[in-house]
Each structure stands twice: as C-alpha cells, then as structure tokens.
C-alpha cells in the first residue's frame, strides 16, 4: 500500500519560513515526478510545485515562484517544500503527491497518491 505522509505545517507570521516534508512509503518512488498543492477553504486544489524524478527539473505556480523550493531525496523516497516569505494567502491544507509518470505535472489528474496534506496558517 503506497503511503505519503506530509509534516512541517504549522502557525507562522506573515514574512517567515516553514519546511514541510513529505515521506513515501510502500514502494520505490524514484521514477515518478513528485509535487505539492494546496488548497485553502473555498477554493479549488491549487498547484504549488512539482519535480522531475531525479530532481533535474522543478515547476512553480505563479503565486509561490521565487519563494518557494521543491527538493527531493530519492535515497530517502522524500520530498520537501521550503516556503520563504510566508504571506496570508498562502494560508492552506498543503497535499503532497506522486506522479504518474517521471515528469513534471501540473494538474491533480496527473498525480494518483495524495497524503492527508498539513494545515499551515500565516497570519499578519
């Protein structure tokens, strides 16, 4: 059974940072793209960012590029996001998921393994 548990999230103020981590679990991850969404209450799942299989290529949305990084350790089956510059709207359920293919991915159909996702809250 494949598993993905996100961790990390939490309350911060608005300008800082926060790390989540995403372990895999139940099989090797190391030929699939990986990525992060989120999604705030009211809103559809968002696309946050996405990498290739061996870690070559990343993918950004619009609302979190050049603040946001996506890593991932193959030797570990983890994938991480490191959030600077934390605002309020970042405010949201992050999910972490595996791709279904080795590439990059932008769109929740192309992802068929999603974590439970982690609550992070920026306040001003």
């Known amino acids: 059974q494949v598993q993905l548990v996100e961790s990390g999230g939490g309350l911060v103020q608005a300008g800082d940072s926060l790390r989540l981590s995403c372990a895999a679990s139940?099989?090797?991850?190391?030929?699939?793209?990986m990525g992060w969404f989120r999604q705030a209450p009211g809103k559809e799942r968002e696309f946050v960012a996405a990498?290739?299989?061996?870690?070559?290529?990343?993918l950004y949305g619009d609302s979190v590029k050049g603040r946001f990084t996506i890593s991932r350790d193959n030797a570990k089956n983890s994938v991480s996001l490191q959030m600077n510059s934390l605002k309020p709207e970042d405010t949201a359920v992050y999910y972490c998921?595996?791709?279904?293919?080795?590439?990059?991915?932008?769109?929740?159909?192309?992802?068929?393994?999603w974590g439970q996702g982690t609550q992070v809250t920026v306040f001003s």
């Open positions: 990498i290739k299989w061996n870690g070559a290529n990343t």
């Open positions: 998921a595996l791709g279904r293919t080795f590439n990059l991915a932008m769109t929740p159909v192309e992802y068929d393994y």
């Open positions: 139940g099989r090797s991850f190391s030929n699939r793209g």
